[in-house]
């Protein structure tokens, strides 16, 4: 079941977070680290209802932000949308390790573009770390198109690579 995250939920969101940088720094993929995502970003995601949680049970599994949040390095993208568009952004992606390999990002997805159409948005855009192959393939596949990378101003090691799906692309 995907619903959105409550207060109450916080500690296990955090714990799953942490799990889930640990997993890719011990896969070699310097993502996520000690202090992102950290408490006070989960509880604005809360706080702004953009926040929604996958559960198993009572067990919350997985978790994504929805919103129309855009780094500024999004504006060095030549996007298939206009600048005035619609446009909603995912965040924040994660499924604890232990459930990984199971289709619940595909699910998590699924109901990203599902809210996306239903609230009448031009595009999905979001961006993922050059380093972490895995979620490149995980996007060309579900249709996703490349459209650059960009260096985010709190991670410049490596780049991070822009995708955009056209709502209009959903529905053919």
């Known amino acids: 079941m995907i619903e959105k995250?409550?207060?109450s939920e916080i500690n296990s969101i955090v714990t799953l977070t942490k799990?889930?940088?640990k997993n890719l720094r011990d896969n070699g993929i310097n993502q996520w680290?000690?202090?992102y995502?950290?408490?006070?970003?989960?509880t604005n995601d809360i706080q702004t209802e953009t926040l929604f949680t996958y559960k198993l049970g009572h067990e919350i599994v997985g978790i994504v932000v929805l919103n129309e949040t855009q780094d500024e390095e999004y504006g060095e993208i030549n996007w298939r949308t206009p600048i005035d568009s619609k446009n909603i952004v995912v965040h924040r992606l994660a499924v604890l390790p232990s459930h990984q390999g199971k289709g619940?990002?595909?699910k998590i997805m699924d109901f990203a573009e599902e809210f996306a159409v239903k609230n009448n948005y031009d595009s999905i855009?979001?961006?993922t770390f050059s380093q972490n192959p895995r979620n490149q393939k995980f996007y060309l596949n579900r249709g996703y198109l490349e459209l650059g990378s960009v260096y985010l101003k709190y991670k410049k090691e490596?780049?991070?690579i822009c995708y955009e799906m056209l709502i209009t692309d959903l529905h053919t």
């Open 158 to 160: 490596h780049p991070y």
């Open 33 to 35: 680290d000690e202090n």
């Open 19 to 21: 799990a889930c940088g």
């Open 5 to 7: 995250g409550k207060y």
């Open 37 to 42: 995502p950290n408490i006070e970003s989960i």
């Open 104 to 106: 619940i990002a595909r």
């Open 125 to 127: 855009r979001l961006d």
